[in-house]
């Protein structure tokens, strides 16, 4: 398999971002994986980003600081309540939560650019998707190719012709639990990563905010145990 | 003049994002001027654009630390020498200097577009110019263009069919001549911005570098006297 082709994959920790991390491996590319510490309570995801990295041998995997906090606008970086036990998910995906951060991906996409375009990666990898996260206006496949057109023009490379980039988001077309699957048969290890938006102070998740309902019933259509700990 | 628009205006510091800090001001916006912190050698600037908002009576001046020295890759944020002396400026505008940095205006219209989302604005101002900086992919209409029509698919507003994005560049078309008068003309006090890559411990402009260069000769066709100090 090659193994001179750099990939930047974005690595929140999560279920989403460490399949497309393996996905990513598993074709052979280099990984440069990128997280970012933005004030978000869930900052546990972090310490699961730096685990799978590790597990994965990454080439170098890199935390970018960023302040959204001063920005504001999301229960993720604010003192907003995280919404509990909505066991309607298809209403959950159908509208935009409260837990979105503007143009979040937009921001993680451009210093994914930015590495990219200095260490000489014509591929990014993000684990987005539109079936579970239809909510999210910037996990939309309309979103990625507007962005992927952008990036197109935005670089040394791309206007010296050099470089054509490509966004990569191999989970845009899959259900929670057919991205489990397709890790599971890649041999990722699901219980290094972490999903839940309000975990406890020992890194239990909570069972019952948006995310760790969508993970749950992951699990369960891929009739698979979830390996990380809940609250009892 | 109507005063219930608000513009999020990119604002480093310079005569080129001073200008259009005071063109957005003049068509009715309140301002929201955003700067940045990243690792610059020149971090002076910021002192400036501390001191135009002020000047300007803005609604709100947001300085957000971003760490592009994690990132690498120009002479503004890493050891490369800054070059010195380069007369010909018609040569520096058609390469691409080392002192780009991979996708930084990217990275900044990404914040001000979330900053937008929050503060409910649907016009961002950015000071780029195709004419002394062609070098720069992300100073063109083009990209700017791309930019917008991203930024529209981006937003929870854009996706509700509230909220129609525009990216303004008053100066895309301006030499630095042209950019200067169209302050003096709006009363802008340019002894209050700041210019130079190199600049002295007590901020003096060094007179030699790139910026400098174009800034001594903008401020020279436009039959003005520059107001800011540079080193004898």
């Known amino acids: 398999m090659k193994k001179d082709l750099k990939a930047v994959v974005l690595l929140s920790g999560g279920i989403d971002s460490a399949t497309t991390l393996a996905i990513a491996e598993d074709m052979g590319f280099d990984i440069y994986a990128l997280s970012f510490h933005y004030g978000q309570r869930h900052a546990v995801e972090l310490e699961a980003a730096g685990r799978i990295a590790?597990?994965?041998n990454v080439a170098r995997h890199l935390i970018v600081d960023i302040d959204l906090r001063k920005i504001?606008?999301?229960?993720?970086?604010?003192?907003i309540d995280v919404p509990k036990n909505r066991r309607n998910v298809e209403e959950m995906a159908n509208e935009i939560p409260i837990t979105y951060v503007p143009a979040r991906n937009t921001i993680f996409l451009s210093y994914a650019l930015s590495w990219a375009e200095v260490i000489?990666?014509?591929?990014?990898?993000?684990?987005?998707?539109?079936l579970d996260y239809s909510g999210y206006p910037d996990c939309r496949p309309e979103y990625i190719a507007a962005y992927e057109q952008m990036a197109n023009l935005a670089t040394k490379a791309g206007v010296e012709g050099k470089q054509k980039l490509?966004?990569?988001?191999?989970?845009?077309?899959?259900?929670?639990?057919?991205i489990i699957q397709k890790g599971i048969d890649l041999g990722l290890d699901y219980s290094l990563t972490h999903s839940c938006y309000d975990p406890s102070i020992s890194g239990e998740a909570c069972g019952e905010c948006d995310?760790?309902?969508?993970?749950?019933?992951?699990f369960r259509e891929a009739g698979v145990k979830d390996p990380v700990r809940y609250k009892s």
Do not use: E, W, Y
Not at 120 to 130: E, K, P
Not at 166 to 178: S, V, Y
């Open 166 to 178: 490509k966004i990569h988001t191999p989970l845009i077309q899959m259900n929670k639990a057919q």
């Open 54 to 56: 590790q597990s994965h």
């Open 211 to 218: 995310s760790c309902i969508l993970r749950l019933r992951g």
């Open 72 to 79: 504001g606008g999301s229960a993720l970086t604010t003192d």
């Open 120 to 130: 000489g990666s014509n591929d990014i990898f993000i684990g987005v998707n539109v």
